[in-house]
T-cell receptor, first 110, second 114 residues
Framework: SQQGEEDPQALSIQEGENATMNCSYKTSINNLQWYRQNSGRGLVHLIL?????REKHSGRLRVTLDTSKKSSSLLITASRAADTASYFC??????????FGPGTRLSVLP | KAGVTQTPRYLIKTRGQQVTLSCSPI?????VSWYQQTPGQGLQFLFEYFSETQRNKGNFPGRFSGRQFSNSRSEMNVSTLELGDSALYLC?????????????FGPGTRLLVL
């Protein structure tokens, strides 16, 4: 069964708006990562946040992690049409394989 | 550095056949993981290899197998193909094993079973 669960499953916004996606998980983790996938291609790594970190930034991306609530959020600011993709969170633990959530499909309309 | 490469990119097979997919990791990466992605089941972990040893295995039947060579290149094999094996197969490499570091994904091999 999937550990990470993204919410919402799909999101449509206008260019320039911010997009927020959430991820919940069930067990203890070492880190949580966000990936982007364009139309059935390979996954592109966006950001890794470790369990002892609360927030991380990379360009227009902001990721938060709340281990007490077992949840994370990905914020994309000033969205562009090129951000249209599926976004996945993946949880990693010591000696364990990564577990991916079902993903959020983001559509950024021009 | 060159990224993760996977061959072939596309493959069409018929039920009952077998298939071998190949993955070359980023230079210096010794961990290779394989995933199956389908619209219904999402991204599911198949197995991970590190230093030629299988470290973790997902919940897939024995028809799915893999191996890793001394140069860290990996292959996965699916025998007696079924229609449900149609999927995008992704491999990912990492410097270290387990779920502790970033995994870098290849473009995938899209397998269609007829």
């Amino acid at each position: 069964s999937q550990q990470g669960e993204e919410d919402p499953q799909a999101l449509s916004i206008q260019e320039g708006e911010n997009a927020t996606m959430n991820c919940s998980y069930k067990t203890s983790i070492n880190n949580l990562q966000w990936y982007r996938q364009n139309s059935g291609r390979g996954l592109v790594h966006l950001i890794l946040i470790r369990s002892n970190e609360r927030e991380k930034h990379s360009g227009r991306l902001r990721v938060t992690l709340d281990t007490s609530k077992k949840s994370s959020s990905l914020l994309i600011t000033a969205s562009r049409a090129a951000d249209t993709a599926s976004y996945f969170c993946a949880t990693g633990g010591y000696g364990q394989n990564f577990v991916f959530g079902p993903g959020t499909r983001l559509s950024v309309l021009p | 550095k060159a990224g993760v490469t996977q061959t072939p990119r596309y493959l069409i097979k018929t039920r009952g056949q077998q298939v071998t997919l190949s993955c070359s990791p980023i230079s210096g990466h010794r961990s290779v993981s394989w995933y199956q992605q389908t619209p219904g089941q999402g991204l599911q972990f198949l197995f991970e290899y590190f230093s030629e040893t299988q470290r973790n295995k997902g919940n897939f039947p024995g028809r799915f197998s893999g191996r890793q060579f001394s140069n860290s290149r990996s292959e996965m094999n699916v025998s007696t193909l079924e229609l449900g094996d149609s999927a995008l197969y992704l491999c990912a490499s990492s410097p270290y094993p387990g779920g502790e570091e970033t995994q870098y994904f290849g473009p995938g091999t899209r397998l269609l079973v007829l």
